[in-house]
């Protein structure tokens, strides 16, 4: 008869050389089961891993897109800015040029009124004339 340890090594396409059979089957039992249990461990670490990589893919995607549209809408207002910026330095410079055009009538009105006295002088000393020589005739 052959020793335990010997009779564990000497399998022959699942029979024991001694010809103890239940322990073979029994054996062969747990190790399909167990085969299954590592299949289904593997599918399952497959699967796990593909879904981790589209997880992944995804928030690539979409932190790239995240980015890009960031990119477009700083170009878009960086733009409108831009122009705002171009109408309202026009803005100012038609401000200052009105301001520069009522500084220049506010003198003009100065010079006029300084004329408008002197005329009112010069007829004031007309009617007099006028009142003497209407007297003197």
Known sequence: MEGKSERRTRKIKGVMKNGDQSETVNRSYFCAKNDRREVGMNTQWIALIISLLGFLASVYYSNKNSKKTDIDDAVKRAELN?????????IASDVRETSKNVDRL??????????????????KSAHHRIDKLEKSE
């Not at 506010?106 to 007829?123: K, L, M």
């Open 82 to 90: 831009t122009k705002i910026s171009t109408k309202l330095d026009n």
């Open 106 to 123: 506010r003198e003009e009105i100065v010079e006029h009124g300084s004329r408008i006295t002197a005329v009112e002088q010069s007829v």
